[in-house]
């Protein structure tokens, strides 16, 4: 199950954090949220391990918690999304295609001209569009 | 009335030239957002929206009626008509349905059911009141003032205030008679 | 290999990893040693470390090398064994303790920054406790028996001089039951290396007895074996050492009594011959020699294919025996455990190539019998002979992680194992400055034992912050998960040096949640502590916790209060965030000439004043010219723009403050900070320039409240309540005392009594803002720099019980009221009024009679009243009677009419324009603005039709149609009246038929028809009212007095239509009352409400321009005996039309088919034109209708002039008696020169007109 998803701006400011679960661990996923702009970082300044898909904005798996695993995306514009789930063994495909979709979701979010870019996203439709989303998918791995 | 008026704007709108869609939507946002700084009045904004629109409607019509060869309207009903099918197609690529008419036919409602300008758009809490896509109404007024008919057109429905549909109430106030024949020196 | 970390590690590990030394001391010997303060071991300690100490060795295969560094650990029999947990527990708190308490000092300094740290190599910033503790946490599982390098090598059987029979107690020193576990259980050969030291105190005497003591030991045990040591040689005086060997190692000493204070030189050169004797003459050789015999036996068992088969085979043979014996199953003498010795004998005499060969060796066979915990403690060795070699890193680390991942395996008794492996790992991983990975490792030391892991993460952190690039995010969070822990083990200190290093990661980011966080829990500790001026610090940080849930919200705000209140002091702070002071709202009213009657007045836009002024005001502009010109001649240049205030009237300020919080918060004592200065030179700009350093802006802050309430200025307070998320709009006010400079430099609130926020205006900052909105009343730079002029009058306005709603038509008497309460008169007023209409100015002597029976009809008033409003209307500034001059405290009272023209919501705007009497004031005139919003609600819709009447020239038909259009209200009609003299109107039917109630009830619609008659005479008494009301009492009023007069003329220039100038038309003038709603009891006598309904420009010109009347006798006697009888008839024409007429007038002698008056009487005969009777003229035909023709011409043309009157004779001939309807003519009429096309030309048929002729005999 997906227990949060976030946006962070390219100075790895927060722009979006939205968690599913109906414990009131904000802080934690916060924390591990900001915690993974560093293997973004690392993942970004050595390209080397993402050698053969270049410009390739999916990062794939961040780093496993005692109990998360965290997934990130790039986008070209140095907008990262960051995927926290509980699933333990995801296929990278499916999460390939969640991001993709929260990134045309993420898109029309920011063309609202009363957007500011680089400001937080406040936009009700974009919280809709994404709950739905993060329904519709499930990380069920087929063996 | 004419035989040859189309009714719907769809051969023109396949070959009139066009703009990628988002460009001009995030222009009018854009244009939309620079008022709303500048004059800081929502009621403002949507007095000023109306006037550009306008400005734009009194133009717009010279090409409307050059490129869309339709004929004298014979009543306010078929102007309506020709609004809605073939003007909005034309210039906004979306087709309008005609309803509520009243009883003397002097004021219906052109219904869009989608509208390009407001896609993404999402009216934040400090801008309620305004009406983004005012624009709109200006340019049927400058449109239908330049054949002549004085209207009202005010905003019935709104999608973005949380309304199923864009309802757009166009009112005729009065018909100027046009003189012929017109003198020379004038 | 120059890295110090390289060496940090190996520096490590040639102290921990050396030979041991049992020690087994007499009771005596202890006691002699204790005079110094120290235990035999501890007197020892300090000399068993050699940094050159320079012995020849051998290797196995007899390579010579020298070695230079060595070191003995010594220990007592009794501490050689598997320490306590508990004990090592307890003493691993005590050290960070102790850390914590000594790290007091730098905790309330601020932590340094995040660059200098991450610029800065490690021993600097990491706490140096560090080490210390890890060194115990490697201590802690020494002596295990899994590994063999914390062996006792060597066992030192220790006896005084003065113990009795000393040779016995040689012997049984050395038995079994005080030996260690390791040497009984047979983990290790029990017969090791005895060396028998007599140890002997000079202060006992002399050293005779040692010697004699000495050779007998000799004699016994062997001579080379035998040492005899003296201590305590100093005589009496005490020697102080310089600097003090034992001060590292002296842990238990009493103070005051410094360490080794008996032992002087000599014996401290005796000390260290001793020890270096016995390590380099007898231990490290038997050391050597040791490694000689095992490295045979070894490589005869084990070295070469065949032992390596046989070995393998062997232990394949060996799988099937049970797991549980291989836990004792290697005793001193099995194999393996001497492979073991061998390969630490080696480590320790640094022959690392021999150790590793051994290592390997061994670590296959542990391997396959699955002793995991000497696998794990051999692949340990391993990886750090690697590393001591430097060489294949990789081999090293994968040996660490190895072990550390087997010890782990294995469970609890591995934890420490794994422990102090990982330790090592770290630093070996360090050393190649792989900090990221010793992160790692550190994280997966951190067990469940939430201390250790608390010191682990942090180390963690730092190791991040090391690594290159340095991971900031990683590091910050690392160390919050080590501030809680230690925060769970009440290590509040080390917490909050966790956090505070944690906060340079997150200050300054937007991530707020866990900024909040950090701050609150800081905040939080630091209270705990006490320390409430630093938890303040941080809890004014998270005031503004917008963000935050609410229970969040309750929480920090219960908290951050609590610490204000244990803090006791107060504080200033500027930009407080709690509320937010939304700058851009704030406007700042001054009333120089312009004074304002109410706060609304204020917000009407400067132009509409401005236009109302104009004409009373000489010139706006150069009037505001002459006082500034006054100011630039006793003001300096630069403040001639500044903006005037007027000592004694009130500086009134706006600004907003919102709540950012969804908690509602009250604010208290909400006050401007102003400055003041007597010379007319601005205060200096920085003072309100500075706005960022809380505290001492706060002092000036409060310095400007102490002197805000002299006599300078006084200062409005007001407290406000703010619901969750609201705005709210806080109205100051300052009212300057004296004159001088006043400038508002922002304003401050009181969040509680402790807690004053405060807000620096910015002045150009303002003036963007105030430039951005469209401010009136400002035109220059410096908004808030008020130069205070000397007290002035002020005349204040008001219009008594003028209604906010009133009725349509509604009439009502008010009075002006203005006071003037300053010392100074002030004189010749003007007023001006917005709406004419709607307010009209009253002669004084209006306010005493009694109103509305003034209004009735009396001859007297009427022409004097009438000049005076020509007069008025002529212009719409009303100058006040020159006599008029307000002084202080006698109110002066001017009578208005007021009346409410139309319909819908009305804002009258009214200023007065006064001068001051004194010339010295710099302003001669002000101007006092006042409007008045007010609901106007319809009542009565008159409307007339006028149709000129079919009988009569000039006289009119008037359709008067009323309808009331209130909800509950009734009125009763009082008098239509016809405005001006020459129309003169009458009830055509009386009113009481159709209209007996003469109460109009809501909603009920009233159509009576009127006579109007044109009388072109201007006699005065043509009676133009009509009286509607009931016939008891007829008081009509008089239409031609004020006010009614007055506001007819504004209705009239009101109505005026472009197109009517030349036509005639009429003017009524429709008064009724309002019956006083049930509700209102009737005895308290209400005043009537009056209502006048004006109709203005009402044309009597009708669609059809042409009217004509047809007239003559009806009946003709006449006797028919001698000829036909004519009659003649008089046709009037009237063109009503403004343009010239020409009418044609066609008659036919038969009546016209369509005529539409055509009502045939039956007896007419078609058939027969009547010339064809008059050809035939026979007696027969007498029986038949007569027919008649009209004689003369049979049409005729006339031109008519607009508004002209003709009349045309007409003959018509009758040959018989009868009744003849003479209606078959036509008038055809067309204007000429008219433009509009309907109206052009037309026809009109004739209206039925009967003549009878009677015949006579």
């Not at chain 3, 490589?299 to 291989?326: C, M």
Request: net charge negative.
């Amino acid at each position: 199950m997906i227990v949060c998803i976030a946006v962070v701006g390219h100075q790895n400011n927060p722009l979006y954090i939205q968690s599913f679960t109906e414990a009131d661990d904000a802080l934690k996923l916060h924390h591990i949220v900001h915690c993974s702009l560093d293997v973004v970082d690392e993942r970004v300044n050595n390209p080397k391990k993402s050698g053969p898909m270049l410009n390739e904005t999916f990062l794939g798996l961040l780093y496993p918690t005692e109990n998360y695993k965290v997934y990130g995306y790039l986008t070209n514009t140095k907008v990262k999304f960051i995927l926290v789930t509980t699933d333990l063994d995801v296929r990278d495909a499916d999460v390939r295609n969640f991001f993709r979709r929260f990134h045309s979701a993420y898109l029309d979010a920011v063309s609202n001209p009363f957007h500011v870019p680089g400001k937080k996203i406040t936009s009700k439709t974009f919280a809709e569009r994404v709950t739905n989303i993060v329904k519709s998918v499930s990380f069920h791995t087929t063996g | 009335m004419a035989p040859a008026v189309p009714r719907s704007g769809d051969a023109i709108f396949a070959n009139v030239e066009r703009v990628n869609a988002e460009l001009f939507t995030l222009t009018y946002g854009a244009i939309v957002r620079q008022l709303l700084t500048d004059l800081e009045e929502v009621e403002e904004v949507n007095k000023q929206l109306d006037q550009m629109g306008y400005n734009i409607g009194i133009r717009l019509i010279d090409e409307f009626l050059a490129k869309s060869n339709v004929t004298r309207c014979v009543d306010f009903r078929e102007t309506a008509e020709v609004i809605a099918k073939v003007g909005f197609k034309m210039f906004l690529g979306v087709t309008a349905s005609v309803s509520n008419w009243d009883t003397e036919g002097t004021c219906c409602s052109l219904i869009l059911e989608d509208n390009p300008l407001v896609d993404f758009v999402e009216l934040p809490d400090t801008c309620q009141g305004l009406y983004y896509c005012n624009i709109l109404s200006g340019v049927v007024r400058g449109a239908l003032e330049m054949v002549s008919m004085k209207t009202e057109v005010t905003w019935v429905r709104d999608m973005l205030r949380g309304d199923d549909a864009f309802e757009l109430q166009v009112k005729l106030l009065k018909q100027v008679p046009e003189e012929y024949p017109y003198k020379d020196d004038e | 290999m120059a890295d110090p970390a390289y060496f940090s590690l190996r520096k490590m590990l040639l102290d921990e990893i050396t030979p041991v030394v049992m020690v087994l001391p007499t009771p005596l010997v202890e006691q002699r040693c204790q005079k110094n303060g120290l235990s035999f071991v501890q007197m020892l300690t300090p000399f068993s470390v050699f940094n050159n100490i320079d012995v020849p060795v051998r290797t196995a295969s007899d390579q010579p090398y020298r070695l230079q560094k060595f070191k003995l650990r010594m220990f007592y029999a009794s501490d050689i064994r598997q320490p306590n947990i508990e004990v090592t527990k307890k003493r691993l708190e005590q050290v960070i303790a102790d850390a914590g308490n000594n790290e007091d000092s730098e905790l309330y300094l601020d932590p340094s920054s995040l660059e200098a740290r991450s610029t800065s190599s490690e021993p600097e910033f990491v706490p140096t406790w560090f080490q210390h503790f890890n060194k115990e946490l490697v201590r802690s599982v020494s002596f295990s028996d899994h590994e063999a390098f914390d062996h006792p090598v060597a066992c030192l059987l220790v006896v005084s001089s003065n113990d009795e029979d000393p040779i016995s107690k040689f012997m049984d020193l050395f038995n079994k039951n005080q030996l260690p576990p390791l040497l009984n259980d047979g983990a290790m050969d029990p017969k090791i290396p005895k060396y028998y030291v007599l140890v002997h105190d000079n202060q006992d005497g002399s050293p005779e007895r040692a010697t004699k003591i000495l050779a007998e030991m000799r004699n016994t045990f062997g001579s080379n074996d035998c040492r005899l040591l003296c201590i305590n040689s100093s005589q009496g005086q005490s020697v102080d050492h310089q600097p003090n060997p034992w001060d590292p190692y002296g842990s238990n000493a009493s103070p005051g009594q410094h360490l080794g204070c008996l032992l002087n030189n000599e014996d401290m050169d005796e000390l260290r011959n001793f020890v270096r004797d016995l390590s380099s003459k007898d231990i490290i050789p038997n050391m050597e020699q040791r490694i000689r015999v095992l490295n045979q036996q070894v490589s005869a068992t084990r070295k070469g294919f065949r032992n390596q088969i046989k070995n393998l085979w062997w232990r394949k043979g060996k799988e099937d025996t049970p797991e549980v014996q291989s836990v004792n199953m290697y005793t001193f003498n099995s194999i393996e455990s001497q492979i073991r010795v061998l390969g630490d004998y080696a480590f320790m005499l640094r022959d690392y190539e021999l150790a590793l060969s051994n290592y390997r060796l061994l670590s296959t066979d542990y391997k396959l019998d699955k002793a995991w915990k000497r696998y794990a403690g051999v692949q340990e060795m391993m990886g750090l002979t690697y590393f001591m070699l430097n060489q294949s890193k990789k081999d090293a680390e994968y040996c660490m992680e190895n072990a550390f991942t087997t010890y782990l395996r294995i469970g609890t008794s591995g934890k420490g194992n794994a422990t102090r492996c990982g330790l090592w790992w770290v630093e070996m991983l360090k050393t190649s400055s792989q900090y990221k990975d010793a992160a790692g490792v550190y994280f997966r030391i951190s067990g469940e034992e939430p201390l250790h892991s608390a010191v682990m993460l942090e180390q963690a952190s730092y190791c991040y912050l090391l690594a290159k690039p340095s991971m900031l995010r990683k590091y910050g969070f690392h160390l919050i998960l080590s501030g809680d822990l230690y925060n769970k083990c009440d290590q509040i200190k080390h917490a909050i040096r966790a956090y505070r290093n944690a906060l340079s990661v997150f200050k300054g980011t937007t991530w707020s949640h866990i900024h909040d966080h950090v701050h609150y829990q800081i905040g939080k500790w630091y209270a705990f502590l006490g320390r409430f001026d630093v938890a303040m610090k941080h809890m004014l940080e998270i005031l503004a916790c917008s963000h935050q849930s609410n229970a969040m919200q309750e929480l920090f705000m219960r908290d951050f209060f609590q610490i204000l209140e244990k803090t006791g002091k107060t504080y200033n702070i500027s930009r407080l965030q709690l509320p937010i002071v939304n700058i851009s709202s704030l406007s700042i009213v001054s009333e120089d000439h312009r004074t304002y009657g109410s706060p609304a007045a204020v917000s009407v836009k400067e132009s509409v004043w401005q236009s109302l002024e104009e004409e009373m005001v000489p010139s706006l502009s150069n009037a505001k010219t002459t006082w500034l010109d006054l100011q630039s001649k006793l003001l300096p240049t630069k403040l001639k723009q500044s903006n005037v205030c007027v000592a004694g009237e009130a500086l009134k300020v706006e600004i907003s403050f919102r709540n950012p919080l969804q908690l509602s918060i009250p604010i208290y004592n909400v006050t401007l900070m102003c400055e003041y200065s007597e010379n007319e030179t601005p205060p200096d700009a920085n003072s309100s320039s500075s706005v960022n350093q809380g505290v001492e802006d706060g002092k000036k802050a409060t310095g400007r409240e102490s002197n805000s309430d002299t006599s300078l200025f006084t200062l409005s307070k007001v407290d406000i309540t703010l619901e969750g998320g609201e705005t709210t709009v806080a109205q100051l006010s300052v009212i300057p005392r004296k004159e001088g400079l006043l400038r508002v430099t922002g304003v401050s609130w009181k969040l509680s009594d402790s807690m004053v926020g405060f807000y620096t205006f910015d002045p150009d900052l303002i003036t963007k803002k105030l430039s951005k909105q469209k401010r009136k009343a400002k035109q220059n730079a410096n908004k808030l720099e008020f130069l205070v002029i000397k007290s002035l009058p002020r005349l204040e306005g008001a219009i008594n019980n003028l209604p906010s709603t009133v009725y349509a038509g509604n009439l009502h008497r008010l009075s002006l009221e203005l006071r003037n309460s300053s010392e100074i008169p002030v004189k010749n007023l003007k007023m001006k009024i917005s709406h004419p209409r709607f307010l009209n100015i009253g002669n004084p002597e209006v306010l005493d009679v009694n109103f509305p029976s003034c209004l009735e009809k009396k001859q007297s008033y009427a022409h004097k009243d009438a000049d005076l409003d020509v007069t008025k209307q002529s212009e719409t500034v009303f100058h006040f009677p020159k006599d008029v001059v307000i002084n202080n405290g006698t109110p002066f009272l001017l009578p208005l009419w007021f009346r409410a023209a139309t319909p819908g919501n009305v804002s009258l705007y009214l200023t007065i324009y006064y001068e001051i009497e004194d010339k010295s004031t710099t302003m001669r005139y002000r101007t006092l603005r006042t409007n008045h919003m007010l609901e106007v609600l319809p009542s009565l819709d008159v409307s007339f039709f006028i149709n000129p009447s079919s009988s009569r020239l000039q006289e009119y038909v008037v359709r008067m149609d009323i309808i009331n259009r209130t909800s509950l209200r009734n009125f009763k009609l009082h008098q239509l009246s016809s405005v001006g003299n020459e129309w003169k109107i009458s009830l055509i039917e009386s009113l009481n038929h159709i209209f007996p109630s003469g109460i109009l009830v809501p909603g009920q619609a009233l159509t009576c028809f009127l006579k109007l008659k044109n009388v072109k005479t201007s006699e005065t008494d043509t009676e133009t009212d009509v009286w509607l009301g009931d016939v008891s009492n007829e008081a009509v009023f008089d239409t031609q007095r004020a006010p009614l007069v007055n506001f007819h003329h504004y209705e009239r220039l009101h109505q005026k239509t472009a197109h009517q100038e030349n036509q005639s038309t009429v003017d009524f003038m429709l008064i009724s009352r309002m019956e006083e709603s049930e509700n209102v009891p009737s005895d308290v006598p209400t005043p009537p409400q009056i209502f006048s309904h004006h109709a203005c420009h009402c044309s009597v010109s009708t669609k059809r321009p042409i009217w004509w009347l047809l007239d003559g006798p009806r009946v003709n006697h006449y006797s028919f005996s001698n000829s036909f009888c004519e009659t003649k008839l008089k046709m009037t024409i009237h063109n009503s039309s403004s343009f010239v007429a020409s009418v044609r007038i066609n008659t036919f002698d038969s009546p016209p088919g369509g005529s539409p008056s055509g009502n045939k009487i039956g007896w007419h005969d078609m058939s027969t034109p009547p010339s064809l009777d008059d050809a035939t003229g026979g007696r027969k035909l007498l029986e038949s209708v007569p027919p008649f023709i009209w004689s003369g011409s049979s049409t005729t043309r006339v031109k008519l002039e607009p508004n002209a009157t003709t009349e045309i004779s007409l003959l018509v001939t009758t040959f018989a008696p009868g009744t003849y309807d003479l209606s078959n003519y036509t008038l055809n009429w067309n204007l000429l020169d008219s433009s509009d096309s309907e109206e052009k030309e037309g026809v009109c048929y004739g209206r039925p007109f009967y003549l009878t002729i009677l015949g006579e005999e």
